[in-house]
């Protein structure tokens, strides 16, 4: 991954995404090749954050017990509009499938999460 562009899996407030330089496939979880043809010549570009709420969900129990202070949380699946899916923390009211929304970030315990909220939410 390209130092220059920030994403939230390396502490840095974004979303990154490879796209096959050959098939133009693209995909969030990189690898290094490409799953749809296999050529290995992949670019990283910075994802817009903009996408479509597929799922939302509660997390009532959280997976650990330093985590256990901010249960209840909301979950999106978010459809981006690059073509991916990612998962992303999200306001426990007021997102619901089919929503257009905008990525930001927020501290989550050690680390940084994607959080989504609606499009024109301050």
Do not use: N
Request: glycine letters at 10%; aromatic letters at 8%; a neutral charge.
């Amino acid at each position: 991954m390209s130092a220059e562009i920030p994403d939230w899996t390396t502490g840095g407030e974004g979303l990154t995404l490879a796209r096959c330089r050959a098939c133009r496939h693209v995909q969030y979880v990189r690898r290094p090749f490409c799953p749809e043809c296999g050529s290995e010549d992949l670019s990283v570009e910075r994802a817009s954050g903009r996408g479509t709420v597929y799922a939302v969900t509660v997390v009532a129990r959280a997976p650990s017990a330093d985590l256990s202070a901010h249960a209840p949380y909301g979950i999106a699946l978010v459809d981006a509009e690059e073509g991916f899916r990612f998962m992303a923390h999200c306001p426990l009211k007021g997102v619901a499938i089919g929503d257009a929304v905008r990525t930001t970030f927020r501290a989550f315990g050690a680390g940084l999460v994607p959080f989504v909220a609606p499009e024109g939410t301050p």
